[in-house]
């Protein structure tokens, strides 16, 4: 299991996502635009467990969403919207999930949102 990481940055241009960016990692592609790549979990927690990355370097939402142009935040929420349809989730549904910091438990300091479809999915939160 991986350490939690923080969501604050600097950004770690050696993270996993970043070298999937650069074509050093290889990954299942399910979709790709000017702003973001979307590719399949390699260790799924769904029957199906998609990833959405942004093309750029941002650590978390946080930094995503104060820094990243009005043209990469519509490009990249473009793509998680085509990706669920592409994967066939709008009709019966799906979850978007995405991790900022250690409390929540971030492994890839790289912005990301997982897409989680496929089958029923229980309780968002299980305290206890």
């Known amino acids: 299991m991986s350490m939690a990481v923080s969501g ?3 950004y770690d ?15 299942r ?13 390699i260790a799924p927690k ?3 467990h998609a ?3 942004p ?15 009005d043209a990469e935040i519509g490009g990249f929420t473009r793509a998680v919207g085509h990706v669920a349809a592409q994967l066939g989730l709008e009709d019966a549904g799906y979850r978007l999930l995405s ?5 929540a438990g971030q492994e890839v300091p790289h912005f990301h949102v997982h897409l989680f479809g496929g089958a029923a999915l229980g309780p968002m939160l299980q305290h206890g």
């Open 55 to 69: 093309k750029g370097p941002y650590v978390s939402f946080a930094d995503f969403s104060s820094q990243a142009s």
């Open 46 to 48: 769904a029957p199906v």
């Open 51 to 53: 990833l959405i990355i």
């Open 13 to 27: 241009p050696q993270n996993v996502f970043a070298k999937i960016l650069r074509g050093e990692i290889p990954c």
């Open 29 to 41: 592609k399910i979709y790709e635009n000017e702003h973001a790549l979307a590719f399949h979990d």
């Open 99 to 103: 991790n900022m910091g250690a409390a």
């Open 8 to 10: 604050l940055g600097p």
